[in-house]
């Protein structure tokens, strides 16, 4: 019913930067809550950024100051700028959506991941 597909993840080198985005499709009627999470091989999956409805943000301490994360909610579209990486920032990236669909049901979905590796 709901489909998310991410794209923007790479190879780049420690203190560069790359943008992640992720595109809602499907039988959406509204969507909430918008995110991203990662996980690094042999580590559990965890937050990296929200972003509400409204606007409101909240960060993994590790990526304050230096990844944003924004939405186009014309577009159901939720973005990750990530700058100054470093090695550590290396996992799979997930977006994570809640959905409202078309039957008015609210459910949570994932993409498939998109792989992040910072090395130089």
């Known amino acids: 019913q709901v489909q998310l597909v991410e794209s923007g993840g790479g190879l780049v080198q420690p203190g560069g930067s790359l943008r992640l985005s992720c595109a809602a499709s499907g039988s959406i009627f509204s969507i909430g809550d918008m995110g991203w999470y990662r996980q690094a091989p042999g580590k559990q999956r965890e937050l990296v950024a929200r972003?509400?409805?409204?606007?409101?943000?909240n960060y993994a301490d590790s990526v304050k100051g230096r990844f944003t994360i924004s939405r186009d909610s014309a577009k159901n579209t939720v973005y990750l700028q990530m700058n100054n990486v470093k090695p550590e920032d290396t996992a799979v990236y997930f977006c994570?959506?809640?959905?409202?669909?078309?039957?008015?049901?609210?459910?949570?979905?994932w993409g498939q991941g998109t792989q992040v590796t910072v090395s130089s």
């Open positions: 972003i509400a409805s409204l606007g409101s943000t």
């Open positions: 994570n959506t809640d959905v409202r669909t078309t039957n008015l049901r609210w459910g949570n979905y």
